[in-house]
């Protein structure tokens, strides 16, 4: 067999040293490929986690929003409850003056409830303020006097519809009123230079009396929380008197009374 001449072998010498150069670089990268794309996913995964962890720190950090609802726990099983209310009304301090009087004061209830619907319903309610006198102005001298007006009631009410927000109980109470009309009249002489007349002077005026009472309505309840309540109670206010048995005088009037109610934690 013929030698190869050096300048051949030197030849064969590179072309091989070449492709085992080729073929060894070939390997390595297949074998690079598969770790790098595990290390990049493992890197990927890892990097999802740290976003996320990053991004709760910052809305820890700036805090977060949850509602609540301070309606959530209104219910209607109470057994007590009680309300104060600043009040109005208007009377006729008596038969055959032609001005009204409108008074002010205050309302406190308080209610026992039986059942779901039904309950007990007791309330106090004062009423000061001053009255017209015309025409009784020249007898007693004065534009107007100061007339009060006490009720001390008693009677059923009802839990009408109703939900977490609002509530309607109408009621029915009866009971006594107590009127002063002469508080001022009697230290007022009739005719300057006499003497003061007693509380059955010829004014106008009603004597002062208890009479009949009474309060025919509803309860308005607006719920603030499961055991605060905004009140609104509108009533026909009933009152029966009658200073000289010669002008029985049935009255009806409008009251109103705003206030709050405080609903205790006994249950039925």
Same mark, same amino acid.
């Given at each position: 067999?013929?030698?190869?001449?050096?300048?051949?072998?030197?030849?064969?010498?590179?072309?091989?040293?070449?492709?085992?150069?080729?073929?060894?670089?070939?390997?390595?990268?297949?074998?690079?490929?598969?770790?790098?794309?595990?290390?990049?996913?493992?890197?990927?995964?890892?990097?999802?986690?740290?976003?996320?962890?990053? !991004?709760?720190?910052?809305?820890? &950090?700036?805090?977060?929003?949850?509602?609540?609802?301070? *309606?959530? $726990? @209104?219910? =209607?099983?109470?057994?007590?409850?009680?309300?104060?209310?600043?009040?109005?009304?208007?009377?006729?301090?008596?038969?055959?003056?032609?001005?009204?009087?409108?008074?002010?004061?205050?309302?406190?209830?308080?209610?026992?409830?039986?059942?779901?619907?039904?309950?007990?319903?007791?309330?106090?309610?004062?009423?000061?303020?001053?009255?017209?006198?015309?025409?009784? !102005?020249?007898?007693?001298?004065? &534009?107007?006097?100061?007339?009060?007006?006490?009720?001390? *009631?008693? $009677? @059923?009410? =009802?839990?009408?519809?109703?939900?977490?927000?609002?509530?309607?109980?109408?009621?029915?109470?009866?009971?006594?009123?107590?009127?002063?009309?002469?508080?001022?009249?009697?230290?007022?002489?009739?005719?300057?230079?006499?003497?003061?007349?007693?509380?059955?002077?010829?004014?106008?005026?009603?004597?002062?009396?208890?009479?009949?009472?009474?309060?025919?309505?509803?309860?308005?309840?607006?719920?603030?929380?499961?055991?605060?309540?905004?009140?609104?109670?509108?009533?026909?206010?009933?009152?029966?008197?009658?200073?000289?048995?010669?002008?029985?005088?049935?009255?009806?009037?409008?009251?109103?009374?705003?206030?709050?109610?405080?609903?205790?934690?006994?249950?039925?």
């Amino acid at each position: 067999m013929r030698l190869l001449n050096p300048a051949t072998r030197t030849s064969a010498t590179r072309i091989l040293l070449a492709a085992a150069v080729v073929t060894l670089f070939v390997a390595t990268s297949q074998a690079q490929a598969p770790a790098s794309s595990q290390s990049s996913s493992s890197s990927s995964s890892s990097s999802a986690p740290a976003v996320q962890t990053s !991004a709760q720190p910052a809305n820890s &950090a700036n805090g977060s929003y949850i509602a609540i609802d301070p *309606l959530a $726990g @209104v219910r =209607y099983d109470n057994r007590w409850d009680v309300s104060v209310g600043l009040a109005s009304g208007h009377i006729h301090a008596g038969p055959n003056l032609r001005e009204g009087a409108d008074l002010g004061g205050l309302d406190i209830s308080s209610s026992y409830w039986l059942t779901k619907h039904w309950g007990l319903e007791a309330s106090g309610r004062a009423y000061l303020g001053t009255s017209g006198t015309t025409p009784a !102005a020249a007898e007693i001298g004065e &534009a107007g006097v100061f007339v009060a007006q006490y009720m001390i *009631l008693g $009677g @059923v009410e =009802y839990l009408g519809p109703h939900n977490k927000h609002a509530a309607l109980i109408p009621h029915a109470l009866v009971g006594g009123a107590y009127a002063d009309f002469n508080k001022e009249i009697d230290k007022t002489p009739l005719i300057p230079g006499q003497p003061v007349q007693g509380p059955s002077s010829p004014s106008g005026f009603y004597n002062n009396q208890f009479a009949l009472g009474g309060a025919f309505g509803a309860h308005l309840d607006l719920n603030r929380s499961p055991r605060w309540v905004f009140r609104i109670t509108p009533d026909a206010l009933l009152t029966g008197y009658d200073g000289t048995k010669l002008y029985p005088h049935t009255q009806w009037n409008f009251g109103i009374s705003v206030g709050v109610q405080y609903k205790f934690k006994q249950k039925r």
